[in-house]
């Protein structure tokens, strides 16, 4: 069974940074779009950044100039690297990565566990 795990979260202050890693484990022929989405208390999940298959990312304007991600295909990871930081990041963080487990299946939504991020002083 395919599993997502990420790690790298905390509590930093404002203006701080963080870097976000996502792995992806278990039996998967392919991954297509892996991206990061985050939901504070009481908000909607929202999409923060993903990439696809060939490394064009896309950014919620909320954290575009602030936030880089990227992908290892060869280590199946998405890492978010989180810069200039504000109280308003605070979020729980999800990884999610639309794979597909052998050659003949569908692609589907795998999601991690989620990461806590305060940015607080």
């Known amino acids: 069974q395919v599993q997502l795990v990420e790690s790298g979260g905390g509590l930093v202050q404002p203006g701080g940074s963080l870097r976000l890693s996502c792995g992806a484990s278990g039996s998967i022929f392919s991954i297509n779009v892996m991206g990061w989405y985050r939901q504070a208390p009481g908000k909607q999940r929202e999409l923060v950044a993903d990439?696809?298959?060939?490394?064009?990312?896309k950014y919620a304007d909320s954290v575009k100039g602030r936030f880089t991600i990227s992908r290892d295909d060869a280590k199946n990871t998405v890492d978010l690297q989180m810069n200039s930081l504000n109280p308003e990041d605070t979020a729980v963080y999800f990884c999610k990565a639309d794979l597909k487990e052998k050659i003949f299946f569908p692609y589907k939504d795998v999601w991690g566990q989620g990461t806590q991020v305060t940015v607080s002083s």
């Open positions: 990439i696809s298959r060939n490394g064009r990312p």
